[in-house]
């Protein structure tokens, strides 16, 4: 009996003391295993390989000294492998956090390409009239520039017209005037020449349901000198 109970406990030992092991210089690619969950999950199997190694003393007869830690060794196993489970879950929480973070950089990424592929020009116009995103046909026809912060810096040479009324039209008149559909005016420039454009606009609502801005949409209908 005392021969079969010495083999399982060295077995025991032997066991924990390879997972410990495989575990502290094993590689690993998932990314829930941390250097901290690698860490404690190995102490947490060296504890086991202990109880083992004092039991296989004890049993077979050389000593008991290890017996007075062996049950401590027990006591700090199990704090060791629930850290190792709330570690592990905060880890996949946070890894899918990370993970619909890159998925929706790559959207917008993507999106801005399409947009930046349009010729026409494409303007987010704020509610107080600020110009908030312009994509290259915006920058190509009107001459507006958007700085790495993703601030949009307006060109003040041209004046916008209503050819109809001569009056001067401003962004935030079309941001806020509500569905638009190719309305023309005239971008006039200080050297005389002028750029008829096709206006549209599209408004948009914030989360709270008020007007949050507009999307506005134009194209050059042709260049006067």
Known sequence: MNTAVVAL??????SFAAAALLVLFGRFESPLVSRAVRNVFAGAMGLYAFVGLSNVLEHAGFTTLLDTFEDFAEILFIPAIAYVATMMLQNQQVEAQLSSARQMSAQNDLLLNIVDTVPGGILVVGPTGAVTFANEGAERILGMRSDTGGSVRITPS?????PATSETVVL?????????????????????TSTD???SSTPMSSQSGDLGGSVIAFEAAGVRG
């Open 172 to 192: 935030a008149q079309i941001a806020s005037q509500g569905p638009l559909n190719r309305r023309r005016l005239t971008a006039q420039w200080p050297d005389g």
């Open 9 to 14: 406990d060295v077995i025991s030992a032997v």
């Open 197 to 199: 454009l096709v206006f």
């Open 158 to 162: 041209w004046t916008l017209v209503d």
